[in-house]
């Protein structure tokens, strides 16, 4: 159960972590592209978001950040973050198609779970 959960965890910081470089890489000079370093401005972002995740004492019952009921980002990083997801989100099925499929299908699995 636990590893379960763990594996989640990881899962979960893979895929912002992926949606905040595309989001470098589009807008943002300081990204390498020959090594993949993200700037530093999203470095940072990505390290809180994956901080918040590792803290958050809800991970087994939930599947994403956005479907939980409790915001523990600071308003600051939040609309940072908001503003990754909304470029990055659409896009991640171009540039990581496996990722936002997983990602889709878990949602609709929380949705029907939760109506229930």
């Given amino acids: 159960m636990k590893r379960d959960i763990e594996k989640k965890r ?8 992926e949606m905040i470089r595309l989001y470098c890489r589009k807008h943002h000079a300081e990204y390498d592209r020959r ?6 401005a999203c470095r940072e972002l990505s390290g809180y978001a994956a901080l918040r995740s590792e803290k958050c004492p809800f991970m087994e019952k939930k599947t994403f950040c956005s479907n ?38 878990c949602s609709i699995r929380e949705k029907r779970g939760s109506a229930s």
Avoid: D, N
């Fill in 10 to 17: 990881k899962k979960e910081q893979r895929v912002v972590e």
């Fill in 68 to 105: 939980c009921k409790v915001h523990c980002y600071q308003p600051a990083m939040r609309e940072r973050i908001r503003q990754v997801m909304r470029f990055s989100g659409p896009r991640m099925l171009l540039y990581h198609p496996v990722l936002a499929i997983w990602h889709v299908v």
């Fill in 35 to 40: 090594t993949g370093r993200m700037c530093p």
